[in-house]
């Protein structure tokens, strides 16, 4: 299965941008529907975005829908979560998962996801 390691992180103020970044290493990439989730201290992980194997399909969480965008590039192993207008609700730690699939299906369950990486931490401050 895939490897995945999260980057791009960091603490920015209200309104900003932040691109987080999920590199895959191990199995053809190109298998894999790809999610992200995210965790704020005291609360569960919620899904955030997802995208289909080709990144024809994706899907969002309502809290996110119209400000985050998620891509990805299967030759360079990479999938991205652009995010915009952050808001402190958004201060979590965000996950990348990954999906081993033999079709388009894009889960948007966290415990569909095969392989996740340690995360990094996004804090939007006021």
């Known amino acids: 299965q895939v490897q995945l390691v999260e980057s791009g992180g960091g603490v920015v103020q209200a309104g900003d941008s932040l691109r987080l970044s999920c590199a895959a290493s191990?199995?053809?990439?190109?298998?894999?529907?790809m999610g992200w989730f995210r965790q704020a201290p005291g609360k569960e992980r919620e899904f955030v975005a997802a995208?289909?194997?080709?990144?024809?399909?994706?899907y969002y969480a309502d809290t996110v829908k119209g400000r985050f965008t998620v891509s990805r590039d299967n030759d360079k192993k990479m999938v991205s979560l652009e995010m915009n207008s952050l808001k402190p609700e958004d201060t979590a730690v965000y996950y990348c998962?990954?999906?081993?699939?033999?079709?388009?299906?894009?889960?948007?369950?966290?415990?569909?996801?095969?392989?996740w990486g340690r995360g990094t931490q996004v804090t939007v401050s006021s």
């Open positions: 191990g199995r053809p990439f190109s298998r894999y529907s």
């Open positions: 998962a990954g999906k081993n699939t033999i079709s388009s299906y894009t889960p948007r369950q966290i415990d569909e996801y095969d392989t």
């Open positions: 995208i289909s194997r080709g990144g024809g399909t994706t």
